[in-house]
Each structure stands twice: as C-alpha cells, then as structure tokens.
C-alpha cells in the first residue's frame, strides 16, 4: 500500500503565502482525486479542499474559499495547495489523501486509501 508525502509547510506571519505539495513516490496520483485535510490543536480534523482527477472540479471549505487554491501536475505526480492571505487560525497540521471516488466536497468523496503524514503550518499573528 502506497502513501503519500507532504512538504512545504513551516512557520508564517499572518497575511503571508505557503505552498505545500503533495507527492506519491510509490504509485501515481492520476487516478485519484487529491485532498487536503487539516488539523488544528485540540480540533477535529476538517476536510478544506479536494481536485478531481484530471482537475476538472474543485472543491473548497468556506474557510479557506478564496483563499486557498488547490492544482495538480500528473505529470509531475505532485499536488499544490497555495495559500494566501493565511491567518493564525489556518494553524495546524495539513494532511494530503487520495481518494479512488469522484469527489463531491472539499472532503472529496469522503473516503480515503492513501493518507500522508502530514506537515505542520504556523501562523503567528
């Protein structure tokens, strides 16, 4: 069973950019919507956004929604979440997962086979 690797967090002021990716090094991601999913401290996990396949649909979370722009290059296997104008409550540890389904919310279709490790962001206010 394959997984995936994040990278590309770290530590942000408040109203600056980070751009986490997404690889799978084991399997190809083309034949999976890509999610991200966070968790903040003390907080359920929330699914913030998801792309289709061949990226034809994406979904957001109200609380990155104009913020947060998730891409992908399937010829790089690789999934981008960019996000802006980041606030001190998008602290928390952002996970990927691949999901064979078609999505249908920014948790994709809510069910996961391939989950990363997650990487932590901070934003400091």
């Known amino acids: 069973q394959g997984h995936l690797v994040e990278s590309g967090g770290g530590l942000v002021q408040s109203g600056g950019s980070l751009r986490p990716s997404c690889t799978a090094p084991?399997?190809?991601?083309?034949?999976?919507?890509v999610g991200w999913i966070r968790q903040a401290p003390g907080k359920e996990r929330e699914g913030i956004s998801c792309?289709?396949?061949?990226?034809?649909?994406?979904y957001y979370a109200d609380s990155v929604r104009g913020r947060f722009t998730i891409s992908r290059d399937n010829a790089k296997n690789t999934v981008y979440l960019q996000m802006n104008i980041l606030k001190p409550e998008d602290t928390a540890v952002y996970y990927c997962?691949?999901?064979?389904?078609?999505?249908?919310?920014?948790?994709?279709?809510?069910?996961?086979?391939?989950w990363g490790q997650g990487t932590p962001v901070t934003v400091s206010s």
């Open positions: 997962a691949a999901s064979p389904w078609v999505p249908t919310s920014p948790w994709c279709a809510e069910y996961f086979e391939h």
């Open positions: 084991g399997f190809t991601l083309d034949s999976y919507a």
């Open positions: 792309v289709s396949k061949s990226a034809d649909a994406t």
